[in-house]
């Protein structure tokens, strides 16, 4: 099984920084995508930012220019920079990861991480 573990999640000021980090750790023998999405209350979770082993990425059109999505190894980050209230939401981190013993790819979700953007 693969554990993904989020932190860095807080109250921050419309304007302000908040760094997610999503440690990813267990029985993992190649570990692929790594993916940032978030659920705001009444709404759909939905697509943030996304890195791929070769370090290419991919946002949403809502979060270009503000949120920069990296990876060390097993360890992805997202920093959100320009903070707007509507970036409030529940962070996850999502992976696919071929697990020792398995030769299939599974999906892995994090707990999440709760972002509120206010004054």
């Known amino acids: 099984q693969v554990q993904l573990a989020e932190s860095g999640g807080g109250l921050v000021q419309p304007g302000g920084s908040l760094r997610l980090s999503c440690a990813a750790s267990?029985?993992?023998?190649?570990?692929?995508?790594m993916t940032w999405y978030r659920q705001a209350p009444g709404k759909e979770r939905e697509l943030v930012a996304t890195?791929?082993?070769?370090?290419s990425t991919n946002y949403a059109d809502s979060v270009k220019g503000r949120f920069t999505i990296s990876r060390d190894n097993a360890k992805a980050f997202l920093q959100m920079n320009s903070l707007k209230p509507e970036d409030t939401a529940v962070y996850y981190c999502?992976?696919?990861?071929?697990?020792?013993?398995?030769?299939?790819?599974?999906?892995?979700w994090g707990q999440g991480t709760q972002v509120t953007v206010s004054s």
């Open positions: 890195i791929n082993r070769g370090g």
């Open positions: 999502y992976a696919r990861a071929i697990v020792v013993g398995s030769t299939t790819f599974s999906n892995y």
């Open positions: 267990g029985s993992i023998f190649y570990l692929n995508t």
